[in-house]
């Protein structure tokens, strides 16, 4: 197993990307919480990273909506069926953990898809942020409450941060 990764710039500070074996397994940032350690992510390598630093400048310049890189990731399976849930969440709009937990089939899950959300380890791509709690309040966000907020006001087209 071959890992590698680069830190790229983004509007929301640095961004780790770590690819094993050539595919993108993190998306990681600065003060993340459930960050792997720095160790593991192996050696100094943009080579494979092309595509998905393309694919983020798209974004973040408001022109792409949907993330198509191939992806490795790795956790339980739980994690990867909420991880999956995750992708289908539509650019702009927001769900709720129960909401998860439903169209998983565990309709009490709502607290281990919340945990599951917070292990996610491809944050960005993989829409982690546009889960809320049920109330509508921003809760739980590995990349902290700042900036789930301003990646939700980022996707619903406004800067006015009174929205979140």
């Not at 459930?34 to 050696?43: K, N």
């Not at 809320?132 to 941060?161: C, H, M, N, Q, W």
């Amino acid at each position: 197993m071959t890992r590698q990764y680069t830190v790229v710039d983004s509007p929301y500070g640095a961004l780790t990307l770590v690819a094993t074996d050539g595919v993108l397994s993190g998306l990681y940032m600065t003060d993340q919480r459930h960050r792997p350690d720095e160790t593991t992510f192996g050696e100094p390598d943009a080579t494979p990273f092309g595509e998905t630093i393309r694919q983020l400048e798209a974004y973040f310049a408001r022109e792409l909506t949907e993330f198509d890189v191939p992806m490795r990731l790795e956790g339980t399976e739980f994690q990867r069926s909420v991880w999956e849930r995750l992708l289908a969440i539509p650019y702009g709009e927001t769900r709720t953990y129960g909401e998860l937990a439903e169209e998983l089939g565990k309709p009490s899950a709502s607290r281990a898809v919340g945990l599951a959300n917070g292990k996610n380890p491809v944050s960005i791509i993989v829409p982690c942020h546009r889960v809320i709690g049920s109330t509508g309040s921003l809760v739980g966000y590995g990349g902290g409450l700042p900036r789930k907020k301003r990646l939700l006001a980022f996707e619903s087209a406004t800067r006015d941060d009174a929205l979140f």
